[in-house]
């Protein structure tokens, strides 16, 4: 059974630095893609970064380039996701993510239950 | 303000039709693959539909998806009760070198 369990989240002050982790199992995990989306309280879907399964190649949303950094250890089964100067606009609830597989474009098949980070003084 | 354009809210009656587009440009839409997913409230987003039109295992046939020129739709047919969900299309942007999705319409039946 393919799992993904996100933690990490919580309250952290304007400017801090927060890890979040997401672990996997059930699957070849250096075979997939991975992604973090997040979601703001009531509001829809935003993808923030994705990495390759060789951690060599990474994207990332304008909105975090240069403050988040994506990466993976393939050993460890897990995918983190490292939130450097945090806004209060960064608030949501991050979910990891993993991809189909196919060439065609990203498609998210498998979904963590979430983890909610809260940025506020 | 989403890159990926679609109604807030749509509804009907159980058994009935909904439809529900999404609107994009030629950097997303136009040419790249469409995805759509089923969010029920609190728990995590469900991929129903890939590549445009192929559903993944277990998502019945119910789901359908389409794309002509920069729209894409979903549709659902034989409404349940447990359809009440949010739904949200998802496609690369070229441009942005992104993924994108659309704000997201809530489905509910009456």
């Known amino acids: 059974e393919v799992q993904l369990v996100e933690s990490g989240g919580g309250l952290v002050q304007p400017g801090g630095s927060l890890r979040l982790s997401c672990a996997v199992s059930?699957?070849?995990?250096?075979?997939?893609?991975m992604y973090w989306v997040r979601q703001a309280p009531g509001k829809g879907l935003v993808w923030v970064s994705r990495?390759?399964?060789?951690?060599?190649?990474?994207s990332y949303a304008d909105s975090v380039k240069g403050r988040f950094t994506i990466s993976r250890d393939n050993a460890k089964n897990t995918v983190y996701l490292q939130m450097n100067s945090l806004r209060a606009e960064d608030t949501a609830v991050y979910y990891c993510?993993?991809?189909?597989?196919?060439?065609?474009?990203?498609?998210?098949?498998?979904w963590g239950q979430g983890t909610l980070v809260t940025v506020s003084s | 303000q989403s890159v990926l354009t679609q109604p807030p809210s749509v509804s009907a009656a159980p058994g009935q039709k909904v439809s529900i587009s999404c609107s994009g440009s030629?950097?997303?839409?136009?040419?790249?693959?469409v995805s759509w997913y089923q969010q029920v409230t609190g728990a995590a987003p469900k991929l129903l539909i890939y590549?445009?039109?192929k559903r993944p295992s277990g998502i019945p046939d119910r789901f359908s998806g389409s794309k002509s020129g920069t729209s894409a739709t979903l549709g659902i047919t034989g409404l349940q009760t447990g359809d009440e969900a949010d739904y949200y299309c998802?496609?690369?942007?070229?441009?942005?070198?992104?993924?994108?999705f659309g704000g997201g319409t809530k489905v509910t039946v009456l």
């Open positions: 993510a993993r991809d189909l597989g196919l060439q065609s474009g990203d498609y998210f098949d498998y």
């Open positions: 059930g699957f070849t995990f250096s075979s997939y893609w």
């Open positions: 990495i390759n399964g060789d951690g060599t190649t990474t």
């Open positions: 998802g496609t690369w942007d070229t441009s942005l070198s992104g993924v994108v």
């Open positions: 590549e445009n039109n």
């Open positions: 030629s950097s997303n839409i136009g040419n790249n693959y």
